[in-house]
């Protein structure tokens, strides 16, 4: 399985930006898709994710403000950030898991500053 994460960049808080993860490979061995984000000094937390039947799960502080979703035609899986804030700056790794295995992708990266 390889993912290949975009999208991130400078946003003013209150903005939105849309990161997307381009999935290959053994795509019909993946379980749950998910983002992750790693701010400097911080450790790896999860923000959000999708399983194959769509259910999602969300981190407490992004809950009503971002939304996982997939496209299954498109091998993609995106996440909608809305309501940025200075605090959600670090960078978003895409995360494919199935029933033995983890995958990630390269981090995107996501600074909200005025």
């Known amino acids: 399985v390889q993912l290949q994460a975009s999208g991130g960049g400078l946003v003013q808080p209150g903005g939105s930006l849309r990161l997307s993860c381009a999935v290959s490979?053994?795509?019909?061995?993946?379980?749950?898709m998910g983002w992750y984000r790693q701010a400097p000094g911080k450790q790896r937390e999860l923000v959000a994710t999708?399983?194959?039947?769509?259910?999602?799960n969300y981190a407490d502080s992004v809950k009503g403000r971002f939304t996982i979703s997939r496209d299954n035609a498109k091998n993609t899986v995106y996440l909608q950030m809305n309501s940025l804030k200075p605090e959600d700056t670090a960078v978003y790794y895409c995360?494919?898991?199935?029933?033995?295995?983890?995958?990630w992708g390269q981090g995107t990266q996501v600074t909200v500053s005025s």
């Open positions: 999708i399983t194959s039947g769509r259910s999602t």
């Open positions: 995360n494919a898991r199935t029933a033995i295995s983890s995958y």
């Open positions: 490979g053994s795509i019909f061995s993946i379980n749950v």
